[in-house]
């Protein structure tokens, strides 16, 4: 379902300098550098996988969605989703996906949620039933019901959020990529989206690509991570397994997922 095979993106950042000499000079004569946001970075994710995509700041985590959503497009290597090139297939290729950045909204800020929804229904040319029968299973089960009324920006992060995500799968996409979509919600906000997540890939066979710092998401959601550090995947595989690997690496006993990721970011230096 999804195929990343040697995918490498690099940036070209401007150099700054600090000191004001320096800041002159670059601004006569612009400096460049390069970043390698992600190295050779390979990967298959089958369809109806819960998979959390970890790794610390600047690891490569966005760049990567933002390649497998088809906004960006890696330097050389190559990405095959649902048997579709995703920043070149873009126009049939958003029908498949459905993304969420948590720090971003996808809802018309002014309007209420619901004209958001029946703006995506044209956009994405859902049949009006549907859309209908989506929108009533999901609003019964994820409680949206008295939001949809009110416009984006009156409501909370947590209920932004969950509407934000009921954006997402409006159109009942194959594969739903979400970054960070537990960031600065509350407890009783994380727990709702986490089950809304848990029931959407068991119900529809969702396949669920999720960034995350919080360890409690990763519990709570996924059996496979992806570890990638410096632009590099460093590991990948089922979250027991090596929670028991690395207790018997380190002497260690009943560990939490956060005192794993600790000790691998550790480990690898991340
Ligand atoms: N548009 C851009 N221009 C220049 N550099 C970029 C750009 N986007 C990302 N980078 C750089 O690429 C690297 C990977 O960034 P990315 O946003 O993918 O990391 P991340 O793992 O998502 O981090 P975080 O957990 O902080 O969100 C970083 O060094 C970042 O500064």
Known sequence: ???????????????KNSGLVSSIKSFVKREYETVNALNDISFHIDEGEMVGYIGPNGAGKSTSIKIMSGILYPDSGNCI??????????????????????QRSQLWWDIAVSD????????????DKEFKETLKMMTDMIDIEELLKMPTRQLSLGQRMRCEIVASLLHSPKILFLDEPTIGLDAVSKIAVRDFINKINKERKTTVILTTHDTQDIEALTNRIILIGKGKLLLDGNLNKLKEEFEVKNGLKDITTEQLVVGLYKEYKI
């Open 1 to 15: 379902m999804i195929e990343m095979k040697n995918v490498t993106k690099t940036f070209k950042i401007h150099k």
């Open 81 to 102: 989703i649902n048997g579709k090139v995703p920043w070149k297939d873009r126009k049939i290729y958003v029908k498949d996906i459905g993304v969420v950045f948590g």
């Open 116 to 127: 958001s929804y029946d703006l995506l229904k044209q956009i994405y040319k859902i049949p």
